[in-house]
């Protein structure tokens, strides 16, 4: 899962779009000056029982789970940060994966390198073809292969994630074929800034245009904050009404799945840049923990168990969706009604852990528990997920308080004093990309030159 600190400018002009279709404008191109694929045609909502497919009674298994999280976390891989080997080694292992279970390649060996402002990746995509009805139309189901180096092995962010998507792979490719086709797919470099999903919106190896829905996996396999309650969640319902229903239908068998707008989270995963591209996209997330981004985020802390149940749960979910006799539809929601409950349950449980926030976000606790208690605006609603965030997290509020600090100097005009608050937010946070943001951004203030802008507005969460 991305640090949501942000450096390229094609990462920035995805988030701005992202922010911009949240308000309400859609723009007409999806990257710098490229035109935009045909947006997916809207149908009628169709209703719930016409979504109503049998789940596959065979289950994802942990013991298969295991395997390739300890596999992508060997420690010769060196947290696969992007562009260097032990990411290309994670990609080839993927690849291997999808040519053993028969998917088939968009190109020889299913890797596809992309390039971006100098840095280099790689997506592995392959597909479990459908029947092949006319209008030929795609599932992606995805998980990030990247992580951010040195600073951990990365199992539940995003190993875990990787090894669903394999698994999903070799379960629906053990049965029957469906109405649409699957693409199985893990990209390169969300932890740049959604690199990999940008290069393949950019350049589609499948249209757009034939893409039914976006499903992605990220921060799998434990507790939200190290919490006892177990969940699921399932951001995005706010693109599509029949998400939406096919989410809530699956929460009358799995209590622990919760939904949420992407609204409450902003741009956070490899979903962005097909949200900007009008796609209908599921987001589904464990959580982040007390090791995340972190050397603690390792292959045995994971409960394999659980996280073969949510894997199951969401490829029957994956399955529905390329069986349905119509698409879901793409639409703009400022929220949805799920999203104040969940976040008061969550901000009651983490209670206890107020007092351990820096000082400056303690202080926020009271007067946001008083507008969580009513009704919040949408910041509020933003902020309370940076609070809890920081909560779950204790690096992400020391890089909050720091980030935030050097905006306020900056913005009194104290660009020195604002360099060394960025400076420290830099030696906090752990994903490369935030890292040479705050300090490009330090040595910026601290050399001679005229003004600079102040930084955008950072979307909420770490």
Not at 171 to 195: C, K, N, T, V, Y
Not at 228 to 245: C, K
Not at 357 to 365: I, N, R
Not at 370 to 397: E, H, V, Y
């Amino acid at each position: 899962m991305k640090t949501m600190q942000l450096v390229s400018s094609a990462t920035r002009g995805i988030v701005a779009r992202y922010q911009q279709w949240l308000g309400g404008t859609l723009l007409a191109v999806l990257l710098n000056g490229m035109t935009m694929a045909p947006a997916p045609q809207t149908v009628a909502p169709v209703p719930a029982q016409a979504w109503r497919t049998k789940v596959q009674s065979a289950s994802l298994a942990p013991h298969r789970l295991r395997r390739h999280v300890e596999k992508l976390c060997t420690p010769e891989w060196r947290g696969r940060q992007m562009g260097q080997p032990g990411a290309r080694s994670a990609a080839n292992y993927i690849a291997a994966q999808f040519r053993a279970l028969g998917l088939v390649a968009l190109v020889p060996g299913y890797l596809h390198p992309f390039d971006t402002g100098g840095l280099a990746g790689i997506n592995v995509l392959g597909i479990l073809r459908g029947r092949g009805t006319a209008p030929r139309e795609t599932i992606i189901l995805e998980a990030h292969l990247d992580h951010v180096g040195e600073f951990g092995p990365g199992a539940s962010d995003n190993a875990a994630g990787v090894a669903c998507v394999i698994e999903t792979a070799r379960l629906l490719a053990s049965g029957p074929r469906l109405r649409r086709d699957i693409l199985f797919a893990s990209f390169d470099g969300e932890e740049e800034g959604f690199l990999g999903a940008n290069a393949y919106v950019q350049r589609p190896p499948v249209r757009l245009a034939s893409t039914a829905a976006f499903i992605v996996l990220d921060a799998m396999g434990r507790p939200f904050a190290d919490l006892p309650a177990w969940r699921l969640v399932a951001f995005g319902g706010d693109s599509s009404p029949q998400l939406e229903t096919l989410v809530r239908r699956n929460q009358r068998v799995a209590k622990h799945l919760s939904l949420l707008s992407t609204e409450v989270i902003g741009p956070r995963s490899d979903y962005v840049p097909f949200a900007a591209a009008r796609v209908p996209h599921l987001f589904f997330f464990n959580g982040t923990h007390i090791d995340y981004h972190n050397t603690g985020d390792t292959p045995e802390k994971l409960d394999y168990q659980r996280l073969a149940a949510d894997g199951t749960l969401v490829a029957g979910m994956v399955k529905q969706l390329a069986a349905a006799p119509q698409r879901p539809a793409f639409r703009k929601l400022p929220g949805l009604p799920d999203d104040l409950p969940v976040l008061r349950g969550l901000w009651r449980e983490l209670t206890p852990r107020w007092s351990s926030l820096p000082a400056s976000l303690s202080a926020e606790v009271p007067a946001l528990s008083k507008a969580l208690a009513s009704k919040p605006n949408r910041r509020q609603l933003m902020r309370a997920f940076d609070i809890i965030a920081a909560a779950a997290t204790p690096w992400c509020g020391e890089m909050f308080v720091a980030e935030e600090y050097g905006d306020q100097l900056f913005n009194r005009g104290e660009r020195h004093a604002a360099a060394a608050a960025y400076r420290k937010a830099a030696n906090v946070v752990r994903a490369p990309v935030g890292r040479r943001y705050f300090n490009a951004r330090a040595a910026e203030l601290a050399g001679a030159g005229p003004a600079v802008t102040p930084p955008p507005s950072r979307p909420t969460n770490p």
